[in-house]
């Protein structure tokens, strides 16, 4: 098992950037591929961007492609997203989430979840 805790939302304007983060302890962080997924009220859970262990491979849905950069650092154990040119829709809950083996974009597929952290666009 890996524990996670996101931090990093807040309230933005749009165009604006922040960057989230996503502190793992637990079994080794390494092994683990990562997602970060989305979900606004009255909405289902949406993927956002996901990472293999090794960081080669990086799906983006296309609503965030060009504009979201995941990435992550094994050694300090931690994964980030990087969102810039943000707009009014991406306001929503961000969680992140781990699991073995193959990077994935389907949620039920992770096995460990976060808290989640709040991202709210808005003038």
Do not use: H
Not at 8 to 22: A, D, T
Not at 36 to 52: L, Y
Not at 70 to 77: H, L, M, T
């Amino acid at each position: 098992q890996v524990q996670l805790v996101e931090s990093g939302g807040g309230l933005v304007q749009p165009g604006g950037s922040l960057r989230l983060s996503c502190a793992a302890s637990g079994r080794t962080f390494s092994d683990y591929a990562m997602g970060w997924f989305r979900q606004a009220p009255g909405k289902e859970r949406e993927f956002v961007a996901a990472i293999s262990q090794s960081g080669d491979d990086t799906p983006y849905a296309d609503s965030v492609k060009g504009r979201f950069t995941i990435s992550r650092d094994n050694a300090k154990k931690t994964l980030y997203l990087q969102m810039n040119s943000l707009k009014p829709e991406d306001t929503a809950v961000y969680y992140c989430a781990a699991k073995l083996l193959l990077t994935t974009t389907q949620a039920r597929r992770y096995d460990n979840w976060g808290q989640g952290t709040q991202v709210t666009v808005s003038s």
